[in-house]
């Protein structure tokens, strides 16, 4: 039996039904990718093994440079006395002076290298301090060239004292075309009045002042304003370290004693007062010159002062016998509130004509301990025989 059927028609559909569905799941496949692609570009790429192999290795250390090293809370200084270069025009040394401190080089680098320069680096600027008639008798000036600065800056030295009785052997000018050219080799200056010099070593702050009994340096008679001087500095920098031209000179001024001393009509201050006073205000080290001879060191407040480190170099300009001939490398390690770590003596000496030696016979340090019990033998330092410098026990 057959059923009666009516005509064919398509199901009829719903207009906008999958619309929604479509529109959703558009979004997602777009937000999927986005999410791929960001975190493909966020994630590190994959080491290749020479990136393995390189991070993996201990890293090579930066060379030297004059940025400032991490703060390691203590830093090692090395300071040396009188230092002349030559006697221009006729008593340079060879090659222009490069070298002339390559034998001590080793025992002289440290974080700051100091010294004193006992002379003009300038040309000759037609004024001299000296009197014909006495020029080399009982009046002495010396100059090496301009250029020496550079001398100075490839031996390591970092910073060099002016407050001394030669920085104006030649005279305003002279002096003024010594810190030019300190200043052109990058050689840092201290002594002139007022100036506190501040340098940042492994992150500690140090100031350094120089005092000399002369109008072209801080007053090294007028106490009082050098202990002003000094509290400014302390509030400038952790570590106040004075550099000192004080006391008489010659072979038999080895001895400190109270009071006053006098040289050649001068007064070249009282080297005990002065340096109590100094480190009374603040200052964590003082170091001497002048006399042209060691002298003794003592602890004061629990500061080491060391009254005179004595010669190092005089080339065709001081006596290099003797005991002015005995000079050394003082070593010191301070911590950054300034107290005292520890310290060596590097025995040095002179050869003909003047220039600085590591010393085989190391006389310095038999000195040193022989002058540290006969003037302080209660606060004297303590030199071992491997020059160690302690305080007394």
């Known amino acids: 039996m057959s059923v009666a059927r009516g005509p064919y028609r398509p199901p009829r559909r719903r207009r906008g039904s999958l619309t929604p569905l479509i529109a959703a799941v558009t979004v997602l496949a777009v937000g999927i990718a986005v999410f791929v692609v960001a975190y493909l570009r966020a994630r590190p790429p994959t080491p290749t093994a020479a990136q393995d192999t390189a991070s993996a290795a201990p890293p ?202 006098m040289f050649l009509g001068e007064n070249r201050g009282d080297p005990i007062a002065f340096s109590h006073a100094m480190v009374d205000a603040g200052a964590d080290l003082v170091i001497g010159h002048s006399p042209h001879v060691i002298r003794a060191m003592e602890f004061y407040q629990g500061r080491l002062i060391a009254y005179s480190i004595g010669n190092f170099a005089g080339y065709h300009a001081l006596g290099y016998t003797g005991v002015v001939g005995t000079t050394e490398i003082l070593r010191v390690t301070l911590r950054r509130d300034g107290s005292y770590v520890a310290g060596t003596i590097v025995p040095t000496h002179m050869i003909a004509p003047g220039a600085p030696r590591l010393d085989p016979q190391r006389q310095a340090i038999a000195l040193t301990a022989s002058l540290c019990r006969s003037d302080f033998p209660a606060t004297g330092a303590h030199i071992g025989a491997d020059g160690s410098v302690t305080p007394p026990s």
């Open 60 to 261: 090579v250390p930066a060379p030297a440079s004059d940025a400032p090293a991490a703060d390691s809370g203590q830093f090692t200084l090395s300071a040396v006395g009188d230092v002349i270069m030559g006697a221009a025009p006729n008593g340079l040394p060879p090659d222009n002076g490069h070298g002339f401190f390559a034998d001590v080089a080793d025992k002289l680098h440290s974080d700051l290298q100091m010294a004193n320069l006992e002379q003009p680096l300038t040309d000759d600027t037609g004024v001299s301090k000296c009197p014909a008639d006495r020029l080399g008798k009982t009046c002495f000036s010396f100059r090496s060239p301009p250029a020496y600065a550079g001398i100075l800056k490839e031996a390591g030295f970092a910073l060099v004292n002016l407050a001394n009785n030669h920085a104006y052997d030649f005279g305003p000018a002279g002096h003024q075309n010594t810190r030019r050219a300190l200043d052109a080799a990058g050689v840092r200056y201290t002594g002139p009045p007022g100036l506190i010099t501040v340098v940042t070593v492994k992150g500690i702050r140090v100031a350094v002042l120089g005092f000399a009994p002369y109008p072209w340096a801080n007053d090294l008679v007028n106490i009082p304003k050098g202990q002003e001087l000094v509290r400014q500095a302390r509030s400038q920098a952790d570590i106040v370290i004075i550099q000192v031209h004080m006391g008489g000179e010659g072979a038999d001024r080895t001895h400190v004693k109270p009071g006053t001393e």
